[in-house]
């Protein structure tokens, strides 16, 4: 059955998200301060986790999403050495960044697309916004009372209030938010990474947690600029889906 064209919401969810959240916790726990204790190897171990997984994926995705991915590679090399290593925004178990990190990304934006564009959960999306919604606002207001995460807080608000006017983007940022909270979560509980107790460790003004809950914002850069080069290849091809895009929205209205 075609995670796409699957009538089942929880189908869809399972075979995108659900084998997306697996695979992050597995690979994950290969780098954690678990196996630390019985291997030297273990950012190895991962890092083959990753090249399995990002070559299963590669060949089950169609050449568009192909293109994609290899453009969210690169952007999370640039941006993993610039945040990490240059800027010192947070700081990975061997102080370097891990051959598995950015092909992760491309894995995290590729499970996230699919679900997001399955017809089963794009048939419920207006629900889906909402409960997301609800959920993201009680998860940060939660880190922001028990874990004085102030930097956290303001980028969910910022997040939320920018996608008040993207509505066709929407669920899939809202889906981004959760899965990097969750890949958050196990990462610096597992000691892969660590963040400042400060916003940056420079911002003394804006405390964190770690991690900081709404840290998927700076994830959207890579999907922004994962976009904007594939735009930017296709031109042609981009401008005729703007286009029919634009007769189906103005036919709907027209039967409404």
């Known amino acids: 059955m075609s995670l796409l064209a699957s009538k089942s919401p929880f189908y869809a969810t399972a075979k995108s998200l659900g084998v997306l959240f697996l695979f992050i916790g597995f690979g994950l726990f290969l780098d954690s301060s ?3 204790e019985v291997t030297e190897n273990a950012q190895l171990y991962a890092n083959i986790s990753m090249a399995i997984g990002f070559i299963i994926a590669f060949s089950q995705v169609n050449k568009r999403v192909r293109e994609q991915m290899i453009y969210a590679v690169l952007i999370a090399i640039v941006g993993e050495y610039l945040f990490s290593i240059v800027l010192g925004m947070y700081t990975y178990r061997l102080g370097n960044v891990p051959h598995y990190v950015p092909p992760g990304h491309a894995l995290v934006y590729v499970g996230v697309l699919y679900f997001s564009k399955a017809s089963s959960i794009i048939k419920h999306k207006v629900k889906l916004e909402q409960i997301l919604t609800i959920f993201i606002l009680i998860y940060a207001t939660v880190f922001l ?14 997040t939320l ?3 008040r006017k993207k509505p066709r983007e ?3 940022y809202l889906a981004m938010y959760v899965t990097v909270a969750y890949l958050e979560i196990i990462g610096t509980n597992y000691l892969c990474w660590e963040w400042p107790a400060t916003a940056w460790g420079v911002f003394d003004f804006l405390p964190s947690h ?3 809950s709404g840290i998927s914002l700076f994830y959207f850069l890579l999907d922004l600029g994962t976009l904007w080069l594939y735009k930017k290849r296709h031109k042609i091809a981009w401008l005729r889906m703007k286009t029919i895009r634009k007769i189906r929205l103005n036919i709907s209205n027209s039967t409404n």
């Open 161 to 163: 209030l920018i996608l």
């Open 145 to 158: 009372i028990f874990k004085f995460d102030v930097f956290g807080f303001v980028m969910t608000i910022a």
């Open 170 to 172: 929407r669920l899939f």
């Open 210 to 212: 770690n991690p900081p």
């Open 34 to 36: 678990h196996m630390v």
